[in-house]
């Protein structure tokens, strides 16, 4: 995510929807008895109430209940149509399925298999964020340590290249919430976040998160430490899309609680722009990577995000007092005011 810069020219604002995962080799055989996870691809037996009868559909897992091991999904086979297409249909949830039910039911899918290289470099770029930065990128100390950050990322790229890579546009890993680890973006390190507003006397960026949904929306939410504590959090919500080829994606900011008001005013809208990008997954850590220039021999910085667990973003909040929905104002619905986090 880059600081709220212009959008290249080459661009458009698209009405946004998602797209369906292409559909990939089976993954071991019927019954394998292997635990299923959110986020993993499977395809699913549809009633089309038809002259189709009933037909595989690809599809994710979206939850999974924990004693019972049956799950939810998210089917997708027929919203990469375009909507004028007769058979066009909207993502939709089906379930729920249970273990004992694979191969009658539903079927395990994997995408391309990532090499050992590849594993090994989303775990360099993964130690490169956790172990050298203290803010995400941010701060003097961390700029620092900018070129071990892009050296990871530049080697996670060619192992990736190493196989065909899945457009980031028809990748059904990208919805869901991301929180970036690591950047060396200047743009970004010079306001101290996303909005500016962690310069403040005081106040540093705590949690950069952004979430996607299904339908094409992202929301970003910048929670900033005062003194530390992670109290005030700035959220922009909008709209994210793809260029022409699926692998450089853009968001649209349309509205924002800034600084305490709730649809600030003063924010006039904002877009940002990543080119590159793609997701890669090892030992149960998925990232999202991308540049903020389409040319890579320009330096303009690289942004790393990590995909959060089912609920994870949502304890985060919580624990923190902060907001589930909206920006830290007076009057939002979800989130306990000054007076009422004061100890008793």
């Not at 698209?14 to 990939?24: I, N, S, Y």
């Not at 992202?218 to 003194?227: D, I, S, W």
């Not at 590159?276 to 890579?296: E, K, Y």
């Not at 609920?311 to 005011?337: F, I």
């Amino acid at each position: 995510m880059i600081a709220l810069l212009p959008l290249a020219s080459s661009f458009a604002v698209p009405a946004v929807r998602r797209t369906a995962p292409v559909l990939m080799q089976l993954q071991g055989a019927a019954g394998s008895g292997a635990s299923i996870s959110v986020g993993d691809p499977v395809r699913v037996l549809i009633d089309t109430e038809d002259e189709q009868g009933e037909v595989w559909a690809a599809s994710t897992v979206l939850t999974v209940d924990k004693s019972s091991g049956e799950f939810m999904v998210l089917v997708t086979e027929w919203n990469a149509l375009d909507p004028s297409d007769p058979t066009y249909e909207a993502a939709f949830e089906e379930g729920p399925f249970s273990p004992d039910e694979e191969g009658d039911e539903w079927e395990r899918v994997k995408g391309i298999t990532g090499s050992p290289d590849e594993a090994a470099a989303v775990a360099s770029v993964s130690a490169a964020c956790l172990s050298s930065f203290k803010q995400v990128g941010l701060s003097t100390e961390d700029r620092r340590n900018w070129p071990e950050l892009e050296a990871a990322v530049e080697s996670l790229y060619e192992a990736v290249r190493a196989r065909p890579a899945e457009p980031i546009a028809v990748d059904a890993r990208l919805v869901g919430d991301w929180e970036l680890i690591g950047c060396t973006s200047p743009a970004l390190a010079q306001k101290k976040g996303l909005t500016g507003l962690g310069s403040a006397p005081f106040t540093q960026l705590s949690k950069l998160h952004f979430s996607f949904t299904t339908e094409g929306r992202v929301t970003a939410r910048e929670t900033l430490a005062f003194f530390g504590k992670p109290v005030i959090l700035n959220e922009l919500r909008g709209t994210v899309g793809f260029s022409e080829n699926g692998m450089a994606m853009q968001e649209d900011y349309g509205q924002a609680d800034l600084g305490g008001q709730a649809n600030s005013p003063a924010f006039a809208g904002a877009e940002a722009t990543l080119y590159d990008c793609l997701i890669a997954s090892a030992d149960g850590l998925t990232l999202r990577v991308g540049r903020t220039s389409p040319d890579s021999t320009t330096f303009k910085g690289v942004f790393v995000y990590r995909k959060l667990r089912p609920a994870e973003l949502a304890t985060y909040l919580d624990e923190n007092m902060l907001p589930s929905d909206g920006g830290t104002y007076l009057g939002n619905p979800t989130w306990k005011g000054p007076v009422e986090r004061a100890p008793e």
